[in-house]
């Protein structure tokens, strides 16, 4: 009886493999043959869409790069800006190889060069498989958009040194895991829970980029109140996801950052057929307030759309800035001030829809006419002021309320706050102003949108995608 040799382990770092689940099966072609250099470079199809890939291979020695290494990083990601193609970098790699010092410093300094030559011009995607530190943790921080599967990690040093330095004792997963960078740092986009997730979501990613499509109002689809979706008391928190996926096509959309700075939600999805990104204040976090994390947050994402021709749909409903002593020692002026420079900058076509509110400094900032935005309308009751009509009147007339009567005292300031949203807020107001361009039928609002964001020249900005 003759012995069955048992068919050697598929080893899952194997850059080949992961570099198949990543193109569409049967595209995937080898840019050269594959070495020792720790990278496999390839290029194929996502989609149906033509795109290149570099793999760090952990499979030789960690996937740590070398001078050769970092050249097929370079060469590949100069092939995406020529081809104007989306580059996807698979990452697991413990950073530069020791054994070649500096020569592999300044290697590792010529793929920084790279993705930064190649910033704003192609889409620069990272998928973070494994272990990615030194050198290997500012590549990814350097992309458009960062994908972290549950055995993903980044950090500049390893827990080793960190305790050997500093005497804190933690682990890979607390130092640079998920949880780390897509909830604290913002350093991930996106966590997945496997490998394959991961991947997925790249094509996902890259698909709404590399394949725009055209805004096809035939798509629009039955009209649909989706001012229903909001508490009908106005004081009351509510999640914008509903919202946010009852105005795109199909109800999907791809959220970016979704755990950091969630008072403010991102992403891309598409309206009647065309790519849109989505930039919308969350009630139901910090009532909606901006803050330095989500302003930060949000300023990045426009100019990434910016970057890429992506117009923009914001939907606003804001209190205002958060106040406090935190806020304002932790940069609230000049991480705020980020978000004013992205969107008076974009040239996007870009559409504002106030759902309930947007009061003082965080309505300008939230793309107000005044900064440039393409339209800005307003569902009926949305009021567009310095602040609530409520607070404003508490602060105006103090003394005319502390000398009425206690038992007038309630009604005279209902009187006061009607007269005072006539006269200096409300939507009314604003389109007096020309800073709201109508008030429109809730039922309308897909047909709206799509229509402002038809009509509008094209743009794209003339900038790179700096890491905010």
């Given amino acids: 009886m ?16 992961r570099l198949q689940k990543l ?15 720790g ?3 390839a290029r194929g199809r996502i989609d149906g869409s033509p795109a290149v890939s570099y793999c760090t291979d952990a499979t030789v020695m960690g996937g740590a790069m070398g001078s050769a290494g970092c050249r097929h990083v370079v060469d590949t990601i100069d092939l995406a800006v020529r081809e104007r193609v989306p580059v996807i970098g698979l990452w697991h790699s413990g950073g530069a190889r020791l054994a070649e010092g500096v ?29 990615a530190a030194g050198g290997a943790a500012y590549g990814p921080a350097l992309t458009d958009v960062v994908i972290m599967s549950t055995g993903g990690r980044v950090f500049v040093t390893g827990p080793d040194v960190v305790r050997s330095v500093t005497g804190e004792n933690v682990d890979m997963e607390s130092l640079g895991g998920p949880d780390t960078h897509g909830r604290r740092s913002g ?19 890259t698909g709404l980029l590399a394949r725009p499509g055209n805004f096809d109002l035939g798509l629009v689809g039955e009209p649909r109140d989706l001012s229903a979706l909001l508490p009908e008391n106005p004081k ?9 996926t009852a105005i795109l096509d199909g109800g999907e959309f791809v959220e970016l950052h979704g755990r950091w700075a969630p008072n403010v939600v991102t992403g891309f999805g598409r309206l009647t057929g065309r790519t849109v990104g989505v930039i919308a204040n969350n009630p139901l976090r910090l009532g909606g307030c901006l803050d330095s994390p989500s302003a930060e947050k949000a300023a990045r994402f426009v100019r990434m759309c910016d970057a890429f021709g992506v117009p923009l749909v914001v939907l606003v409903d804001v209190p205002g800035y958060l106040p406090g002593v935190g806020q304002e020692w932790d940069g609230i002026v000049r991480r705020g001030a980020k978000l004013l420079h992205a969107f008076g900058e974009s040239v996007v076509p870009r ?20 900064l440039g935005a393409t339209r800005v309308v307003a569902w009926p009751g949305a009021e567009v002021a310095v602040m609530g009509a409520s607070a ?11 000398a009425a009567p206690p038992g007038e005292r309630e009604a005279l300031h209902a009187k006061l706050a009607d007269e005072h949203e006539r006269i200096a807020g409300g939507v009314a107001r604003a389109m007096e102003l020309g800073t709201v361009d109508e008030v429109i039928d809730p039922a309308r609002t897909r047909a709206v949108l799509a229509t402002a964001l038809a009509d509008a020249p094209a743009g794209r900005g003339a900038h790179g995608n700096i890491p905010l």
């Fill in 2 to 17: 003759t012995a069955v040799a048992t068919p050697p382990a598929v080893d899952s770092r194997d850059p080949v493999l």
């Fill in 351 to 370: 559409v504002t829809l106030v759902t309930r509110k947007s009061y003082g400094g965080a309505y300008i900032a939230m793309n107000s006419r005044a």
């Fill in 187 to 205: 350093v991930v986009h996106v966590v997945t829970d496997d490998e394959e997730a991961a991947l997925a979501s790249a094509r996902t990613i």
């Fill in 23 to 37: 193109f569409d099966a049967g595209t995937l072609e080898l840019l050269r043959p594959r070495d020792d250099s």
């Fill in 392 to 402: 404003a009147v508490g602060i105006l007339h103090r003394k005319k309320l502390a």
């Fill in 103 to 131: 020569e592999a410093l300044h290697a590792v300094g010529l793929v920084f060069q790279a993705m930064i030559r190649a910033s704003g011009r192609v889409p620069q995607l990272s998928v973070v498989l494994g272990p």
């Fill in 39 to 41: 990278v496999v470079a």
């Fill in 236 to 244: 009351r928190a509510y999640d914008v996801h509903p919202v946010i």
